[in-house]
């Protein structure tokens, strides 16, 4: 597995030996060291860069520490700063610490109290990372992700998403709703250098224009109604680490512009500043669209296309991987009868046969609910097809495939169907199955859908 990325440490002293010392000391346990000799350098630097930890002097010439240290955690909120001092005093530590100081380092120090300094912000960092996944699986009450496979098609998207997390390149997940383009995405940060930062979720189409723009980058207070103070955004909260935008093929024309600027030059403006800031964070986005088709119907800028799919991936449906079914019904039987505090039932031959049967329209997602859905009615030690709902039984028994007894009709209608699972429109749907959309409005009338 890949080295994870460097703590950004920043050294804050008008004393050049100081500096050097410190610096020489923490690149010596790993970390990237930058120097700033006065306040407003180090608030300079600070900009320009989001650095972890700051080591700051409290006496910096006419300047004092303490005062500047407010300001430092205005600047980036999630610093750790540790103030260092040669006049160690109970009062200033305490004083340090109030004014939201980490640590307290007297002068002079020695580099087994700088390594424990950089152990403990390392630790923090971790922990605040593993508390937000663990909140992020707590609201959606997930199961662990499986990412064994005996598909070989699913095998070869793991493979290329393991090569895709040693590169740090943009990443698109094309593929229908429920086939775990979220799960390959977390799974591809997991394995990347950034594994240690944030993974940060947007789910586009839930948001307006303004709302979408505000939520990657950020506002300031009084740029639109409601933004009632200066607010950070997901690029910057996932600083150093990776942003997942969910239906990308959905944002509207501005979004996109703003997108393909960041992009382009990591370089962005909060809705309502002028500021320029960057941020250092790997995105991949994720469709059920086909984007092609969207370019060339002039949805969607071509430029971004490009941006966004320097390695694509598509996600193949359960349907395609049918080898996936039963380990993953499996693993979800387990999930949800130890959420229930109950021995996981086993799954009948019939339900095997009626779940292997099923072609999973909703794909993962759909067989999880399920799964779900099946413990929650049955009582015993078994789940019998009578605890599926009627269309999955009835589509294993009845759903006609190509080259059985089937009507070109019956063969029709079923394509039909499968198609506009997984389309957003009526009208996309109709462009697939080549026909107009009046058509398939006539046909599905007629198949009572
Ligand atoms: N390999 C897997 N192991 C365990 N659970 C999985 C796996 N793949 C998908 N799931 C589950 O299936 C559901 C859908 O997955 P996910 O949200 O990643 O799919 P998606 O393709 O991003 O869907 P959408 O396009 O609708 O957002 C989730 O509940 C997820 O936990």
């Not at 520490?65 to 610093?79: A, H, M, N, S, W």
């Not at 640590?103 to 424990?116: E, G, S, V």
């Not at 589509?395 to 063969?411: M, R, Y």
């Not at 026909?435 to 409005?441: F, G, K, M, Q, V």
Request: net charge neutral; hydrophobic share 40%; proline share 5%.
């Amino acid at each position: 597995m890949s080295e994870t990325l460097p703590l950004r440490v920043l050294v804050i002293d008008d004393e050049r030996n100081i500096r050097q010392t410190l610096g020489i000391c923490l690149e010596g346990f790993g970390c990237k060291v930058e120097q700033a000799a006065t306040g407003a350098a180090a608030l300079d630097a600070l900009r320009r860069e989001p650095f972890d930890l700051a080591f700051c002097d409290l006496k910096l010439g006419g300047e004092s520490g303490l005062d500047l240290l407010p300001q430092l955690l205005g600047e980036r909120p999630g610093l750790d700063v540790v103030i260092i001092t040669a006049y160690a005093t109970v009062d200033t530590a305490v004083e340090a610490m109030r004014r939201g100081a980490k640590d307290y380092l007297p002068k002079p120090f020695t580099p087994p109290q700088i390594r424990h300094l950089v152990d403990r912000a390392r630790d923090r960092r971790t922990l605040s990372r593993r508390l937000g996944e663990l909140e992020a699986r707590l609201e959606e009450a997930a199961p662990e992700a499986r990412l064994e496979t005996a598909s070989p098609k699913m095998q070869a998207v793991l493979d290329v998403v393991a090569r895709a997390a040693s590169h740090d390149v943009a990443v698109l997940l094309r593929g229908e709703n429920g086939t775990g383009k979220g799960v390959l995405a977390r799974a591809l940060h997991a394995q990347s250098r950034r594994r240690d930062r944030p993974f940060v979720v947007v789910n586009c189409p839930t948001l307006s224009e303004e709302l979408l723009a505000s939520e990657l980058f950020g506002h300031a207070r009084g740029a639109f109604t409601g933004a009632v103070r200066d607010q950070e955004g997901r690029m910057e909260a996932a600083e150093g680490g990776t942003v997942f935008l969910d239906e990308i093929g959905e944002i509207s024309p501005g979004v996109q512009a703003k997108l393909l600027r960041f992009l382009q030059e990591k370089r962005f403006e909060r809705v309502g500043e002028p500021r320029t800031r960057t941020a250092d964070v790997r995105i991949v986005a994720a469709t059920n669209r086909e984007l092609d088709a969207e370019v060339k119907a002039g949805r969607f800028r071509e430029d971004l296309l490009y941006r966004l799919n320097v390695m694509e991936i598509v996600v193949p449906p359960l349907r395609e991987r049918t080898e996936d079914i039963l380990p993953l019904a499996r693993a979800f039987v387990e999930f949800f009868a130890r959420q229930a505090g109950r021995p996981p039932p086993d799954l009948s031959a019939a339900t095997e046969k009626l779940l292997v049967g099923h072609a999973w329209p909703g794909n993962v997602r759909e067989l999880r609910n399920a799964i779900e859905r099946a413990l929650i009615l049955a009582r015993g030690q078994v789940l019998e097809p009578e605890s599926f709902p009627e269309r999955i039984a009835a589509s294993a028994s009845e759903a006609p495939v190509l080259g059985g007894n089937f009507t070109a009709d019956e063969i029709e209608r079923e394509h039909a169907l499968r198609v506009m699972a997984h389309t957003a429109t009526m009208e996309e749907a109709a462009r697939i199955l080549g026909i107009d959309a009046s058509t398939l409005w006539r046909k599905r009338k007629k198949w009572g859908r």
